[in-house]
Structures are given as structure tokens and as C-alpha cells.
């Protein structure tokens, strides 16, 4: 299942993307979403490419009924993998929910326009289990864009550090 959605910011390109390359970001981000037991697993920057691997437990936001329940659980253990070229301002983020077997992938880019920036999130989610996958795709789909505001405001306001 893939979707698209855009978040813009209200300073330019160069300094939001200072932010994405930032791993204190990713950590209040994940704090401002209601993720627990956030950790770093790995990172890297050599000054054009920008790679953090972290992990941390959360709640969904869509209602799970029974049979998610027992896929996915009340809250989840996640590994995330975002990365970010300065050099054309492009990304990916890749997620991996325990015991969720499929791909939850993300390519990201970043444009400016008149002093804003805009970030645009191309979202491909598949889950790969006979009979509930598409389901379940449609409770992470939902879970994703039910995140999505709260994820674009705490941006906003981590952004007035930068």
C-alpha cells in the first residue's frame, strides 16, 4: 500500500535539514510522539551522508482489534533507520516492528520555496501474512497518518532550536 503526504516548515531548506541530521531531533521526536525505551543503536555522518539507527517502544495510535493485537501487541518494539543526502536533500526511512513480517519503508526529500521548506514523505507499507496482510496494512497506514500532525507540530517546534 503506498501514500504520500507533505510537512512544511517555516525556515529554510539548509536549516531544517540541519535538524533531520541532528540525533538529539530523533530523540525528542520520538519523546514528543509518546515513544518509551528510545535508544541509539548506530549512527553516522561524514558531512554529506547522515545515517541514525535507533530503537523504542510504542503505542498505536489507530484502535487495534483482536487479531492485530496478537500480531502486533499493545505497544511495539521498533527498529528505525533514517537516512539523509545533504547533497540532494533526499532520504529514506526504513521501520521494523517486532514480529511484524513485511516492509515499512518511507523515501523522504526535502524543497524549498521561498524561505520554507517542505518535506515530502512516499510511504510504501507491505505485510506479509495470507489473509490479514492488507488488514494490517491498513491499521499501519492509519497508525502513520494518525501521527502525522503530532509528528509535523513537535517538528515545527524542535525547528525553533535550529
Known amino acids: ?10 525556515k529554510d531548506a539548509a536549516t531544517v535539514l540541519k535538524m ?3 540525533p538529539a531531533y530523533h530523540k525528542a521526536l520520538q519523546e514528543a510522539l509518546g515513544a518509551t525505551g528510545y535508544r541509539q543503536v548506530e549512527h553516522s555522518d561524514d558531512g ?6 535507533i530503537s523504542y517502544e510504542v503505542k498505536s495510535s489507530a484502535p487495534l482489534p483482536g487479531f492485530a493485537k496478537k500480531v502486533l501487541g499493545e505497544t511495539t518494539a521498533v527498529t528505525q533507520t533514517e537516512r539523509w543526502d545533504r547533497s540532494t536533500r533526499k532520504g529514506e526511512v526504513i521501520v521494523e516492528p517486532k514480529g511484524l513480517p513485511g516492509k515499512i519503508r518511507c523515501a523522504t526529500s526535502l524543497a524549498e520555496s521561498g524561505g ?3 518535506k515530502t514523505f512516499d510511504w510504501d507499507v507491505s505485510v506479509k501474512i495470507p489473509l490479514v496482510g492488507g488488514k494490517l496494512e491498513e491499521l499501519v497506514v492509519s497508525d502513520i497518518k494518525g501521527k502525522d500532525p503530532v509528528d509535523a507540530a513537535a517538528s515545527r517546534k524542535l525547528l525553533e532550536k535550529y
Open 20 to 22: 533531520f541530521c541532528d
Open 48 to 53: 554529506t551522508r547522515f545515517m541514525i539507527k
Open 1 to 10: 500500500m503506498q501514500f504520500s503526504y507533505k510537512q512544511t516548515f517555516p
Open 116 to 118: 520554507s521548506a517542505t
